[in-house]
């Protein structure tokens, strides 16, 4: 019987050589688990070799191709399209993972970079009642300004305001979002603790967290798949979201080589 579903959705093959070769150092019971590639259509031929060679040994394993184009970071941030493609491509790509999983699910991003022992850790924090999710955290080693953990997020609630007044910002300084809660990124923390939502990065999902679930872009409360699924893990099923911050991955926030190794 399958336990786990180890997966990734795969379309930056500038770090497919790294990103691989730190997969096999992750601490897995390859024999307990389903093995479920989804990739960029572009780049799947040059993947499918790699993916013959890492399916050795998980009990089964698939290969999905992807209609989506897979945005990179600079075309995400300078095209208004492109980031709305993306919100959307990726939530197709999560529910093309939703169809096809068995038992649980282990995610880790094509840019992300676990350290061994995340499965371990994040599976045995899983087993905890009334857990729906847990996290590890990604710190940027190169590309960005800040190396702070962008993955942990909590949800509060807004003060409510009239309509008169929104409209009034609206016109001072342009579009404002004014939903019921705002989304606020947690400081670094320790040890383990309670959270609402977190990027996909390198994460360990309850098959009852999945169940029935559809992935969306957005929705008339948040921009972002991993934000909404965030919201119905802990305000739809009233289960914990947990990050341990002692998992801390790497994660590649460049769209090419240039000059860089992991280290």
Request: proline residues 3%.
């Amino acid at each position: 019987m399958i336990k786990c579903t180890f997966a990734s959705t795969i379309g930056k093959e500038f770090c497919l050589e790294e990103w691989c070769e730190n997969l096999k150092k992750i601490e897995i019971p390859k024999g307990d688990m389903k093995l479920l590639w989804i990739v960029n259509k572009e780049i799947a031929t040059s993947v499918r070799v790699r993916f013959e060679k890492f399916k050795i040994g998980f009990k089964e394993s698939e290969f999905l191709i992807s209609p989506f184009k897979f945005y990179s970071h600079k075309e995400e941030a300078t095209s208004p399209q492109g980031f709305t493609k993306k919100r959307w491509g990726v939530a197709f790509n999560m529910n093309l993972i939703n169809q096809y999983h068995k038992g649980d699910v282990f995610v880790v991003e094509d840019d992300v970079f676990p350290p061994p022992e995340a499965y371990s850790k994040l599976s045995t924090l899983a087993r905890i009642q009334s857990v729906g999710v847990t996290t590890g955290v990604a710190h940027s080693f190169k590309g960005l300004k800040s190396s702070h953990p962008y993955t942990a997020w909590i949800f509060i609630k807004k003060p409510v305001i009239s309509r008169e007044s929104i409209e009034l910002v609206k016109k001072e300084v342009g579009n404002f979002d004014f939903y019921d809660y705002q989304i606020v990124r947690m400081p670094d923390g320790e040890g383990v603790e309670d959270i609402h939502a977190s990027g996909t990065v390198c994460t360990y999902i309850n098959e009852v967290a999945l169940k029935d679930y559809i992935f969306k872009g957005e929705s008339n409360m948040f921009t972002g798949q991993d934000v909404n699924f965030g919201w119905h893990v802990t305000h739809e099923l009233n289960l914990r979201y947990l990050v341990d911050w002692s998992v801390k991955c790497k994660h590649w926030e460049l769209d090419s080589q240039d000059d860089i190794r992991i280290k």
